[in-house]
């Protein structure tokens, strides 16, 4: 029955949609699940999506030269081969520690926490800074769709000016790190310095979907990270928004492109407004 399919297909969509506006919620207020439970428990372990600044032992850093996160079990990530950390990356990840015996105030550079690591969200990403044909559509860059991109506020963010953080649900087998993701830049851009620019300034990308598993039937959710330097530069000046377009599944259960809606869905987040001060 077809209006019993679209209507699982939007229960599935709410679902992930809530799982993923719990993490963001998470982030955005800095809210810590276990200090939640118990205000006699001093344990607390926030959720964040961080940047890693050192390798022995492994930091993370908020945003802006913000506060690091040194894991004291650097060992156990070293030797865990599923964790696979670079200088640069940026990680989503739980940090536990004891409030009471490391209080966290206004002049608290670093923190020293056991780490548990969720994903990694640059591996398997690329930025193409310079417009590709028919801006990425092909086998090269392309040979699934996604589920849904999620709208700024609800899964799509920034890590800084310069780092992008797309919330994206796909289907897969066993690994997220068997699905590539590359970020293009549009051919409807405009080049830099052209009289002839967009007047509403919004940068375009295209998010293309590479899957490398043979049965991708299982839902993921994901924050990938993207490098926005490239962009920025070839736009030649501060985008007022940036709009993502993608391919996203118009059948409940398939990534193939034959199943793809008609046309391109896309997102826009601020940027002007958040980075550029007046």
């Known amino acids: 029955d077809l209006h019993l399919s ?11 949609r809530l799982k993923f506006l719990m993490i963001v919620f998470t982030l955005m207020m800095g809210v810590s699940f276990t200090s ?44 865990d ?3 696979n ?16 015996e490391q209080p966290l105030t206004s002049e608290t550079k670093e923190i020293t926490a056991k780490v548990t690591i969720r994903h990694n969200c640059t591996s398997g990403n690329t930025s193409i800074g310079v417009p590709v044909e028919n801006n990425g559509a092909g086998e090269l860059y392309e040979n699934a769709t996604i589920v849904e991109l999620l709208p700024a506020g609800q ?15 796909f289907y897969g087998e066993k690994s997220p790190y068997k699905h590539e993701f590359s ?32 049965k991708p039937t299982e839902r993921f959710s994901m924050y ?5 330097s490239q962009f920025l530069a070839a736009f030649g000046e501060t985008p007022t928004k940036i709009r993502i377009y993608a391919n996203e599944t118009d059948k409940n259960g398939s990534y193939s492109l034959e199943d793809a809606k008609k046309e391109l869905q896309y997102e826009e987040i601020d940027y002007k407004s958040i980075f550029e001060k007046n």
């Open 183 to 214: 970020l293009i830049y549009g051919d409807d851009n405009h080049s830099a310095g052209d009289a002839g620019k967009d007047e509403e300034g919004i940068m375009k990308l295209y998010l293309r979907h590479v899957n490398n598993e043979e």
């Open 224 to 228: 990938r990270a993207f490098d926005l």
């Open 155 to 169: 899964g799509t963010m920034y890590y800084d000016k310069n780092t992008l953080l797309l919330g994206v649900t």
């Open 6 to 16: 679209i209507r699982r297909q939007r229960q599935m969509c709410i679902r992930d």
């Open 85 to 100: 950390l670079g200088l640069g990356d940026i990680i989503f990840l739980q940090y536990t520690y004891n409030s009471e």
């Open 36 to 79: 939640c439970m118990g205000e006699s428990d001093p344990t607390v372990s926030p959720v964040a999506t961080l940047k890693v600044v050192s390798a022995y032992p492994y930091t993370f850093q908020y945003p802006n030269d913000g506060l690091k996160i040194v894991a004291s079990n650097t060992s156990e990530l070293l030797t």
């Open 81 to 83: 081969n599923s964790v």
